[in-house]
């Protein structure tokens, strides 16, 4: 269940920095939040991929016998987590600027379509994704 708040918290912290990087870009900002929106957005999207790696462990992707479980919340979380890693370290060498301020907002758009893709279901409401699992004799029979 931790995980149905862990990753809209997440998406909510990446969308919002990328509000304020493109009013910024859009000169829409007060002359003080402009000098200091870099700033935080270098704060905050590492808070962001700690929040996406903590709801990731959350979603219960290994079973007992330590095999994978590789559902759609565990490929989104993944996936979302590469994403804010490589913009996190194109944002340290290049600033945040050009391509990133595209990617920035896409970046929160998995986070809060996770609620759609059953995160419920995930994040142990009905037992968790090891209940769901099938185990080894299941697997090499299928």
């Not at 708040?5 to 009013?23: D, H, K, N, Y």
């Not at 905050?44 to 709801?55: D, E, K």
């Not at 920035?104 to 090891?130: E, K, Y």
Request: hydrophobic letters at 60%.
């Amino acid at each position: 269940m931790t995980s149905s708040i862990l990753f809209p918290l997440a998406g909510s912290l990446t969308a919002l920095c990328a509000v304020l990087l493109w009013m910024n870009v859009w000169h829409l900002t007060p002359a003080w939040l402009a000098q200091r929106t870099h700033i935080f957005v270098a704060v905050a999207i590492p808070v962001t991929m700690v929040l996406t790696f903590w709801g990731w462990t959350k979603l219960e992707s290994f079973n007992a016998s330590g095999f994978f479980l590789f559902s759609l919340s565990t490929a989104v979380a993944i996936s979302t987590l590469l994403v804010q890693g490589m913009y996190f370290i194109g944002a340290l060498r290049h600033r945040h600027g050009g391509l990133g301020l595209f990617v920035l907002p896409v970046i929160a758009i998995p986070a809060h379509v996770f609620l759609a893709t059953g995160s419920l279901r995930d994040t142990g409401l009905n037992g968790g994704a090891a209940a769901m699992a099938l185990d080894e004799d299941q697997f090499l029979a299928a």
